[in-house]
């Protein structure tokens, strides 16, 4: 018979106590409780807790000072790496829309399937709204509306790490300021119409008809006026 040794992950030592370890009613222990218990520094400790609240495991309790873990999320890990990208270059944005529609492609119809009466209804209610927003004089973007429904639809998917990709994509879609981009009424029209055929598909159970509308407004971005 083999025995496999169980693979430890190369972390810090403060993520491996918190991994390991369930949370006391108080919270953590504090950093001089941690150091004398995992015999690492104070100093080295503080950094490592600066790491994981970065990361958006962890978070300190103003005026108490307690440290909480936080459920995980895969959005702030890929939030800074995408910031940085951005910095670098705005082109890295066109590359993570890439993989975010094949993600979305590649989960239409585990997501969709997944979602509730009530779910369909706030999709429903979505359309209606942009759709009263883009008849405004001026027109308003309805941004909100547009990132809302999107998520919403894969909302139901219990993989934190296809939803840490779709959620940090939205990030991203406002620090390069297509929130604020128009394209003019036509092109917003446009987009909205697919997004009535996504929904539509959705509630009628017709779940191709909505995947081909979604893998055909996924190019409309890069063809906007």
């Not at 910031?83 to 975010?100: G, I, S, T």
Request: some cysteine; glycine content about 4%.
């Amino acid at each position: 018979m083999i025995i496999r040794e169980k693979i430890t992950p190369d972390i810090s030592e403060f993520l491996r106590y918190l991994a390991a370890h369930a949370e006391a009613e108080d919270g953590l222990p504090t950093l001089n409780e941690l150091s004398q218990e995992l015999g690492v520094s104070v100093a080295s400790l503080r950094e490592q807790l600066e790491v994981a609240r970065a990361l958006g495991l962890v978070e300190v309790k103003p005026g108490r000072g307690k440290t909480r873990r936080r459920s995980f999320s895969f959005t702030p890990a890929i939030r800074q790496s995408l910031r940085y990208a951005l910095a670098l270059d705005d082109e890295h944005f066109r590359k993570y829309a890439e993989l975010r529609n094949h993600v979305e492609a590649a989960y239409w119809y585990e997501a969709v399937a997944k979602l509730t009466p009530a779910d369909k209804v706030e999709l429903q209610d979505l359309i209606v709204r942009a759709q009263e927003k883009l008849e405004r004089t001026p027109i308003q973007v309805p941004h909100e509306e547009h990132r809302r429904l999107h998520l919403l639809i894969f909302s139901r998917l219990e993989n934190p790490f296809v939803i840490g990709i779709l959620e940090a994509y939205w990030d991203a879609y406002e620090m390069v300021g297509l929130n604020m981009f128009t394209g003019g009424y036509e092109y917003l029209q446009e987009v909205w119409r697919y997004h009535q055929t996504m929904v539509a598909s959705i509630c009628n159970e017709n779940y191709k008809a909505g995947y081909e509308a979604l893998v055909a407004h996924a190019d409309l971005l890069y063809h906007r006026p």
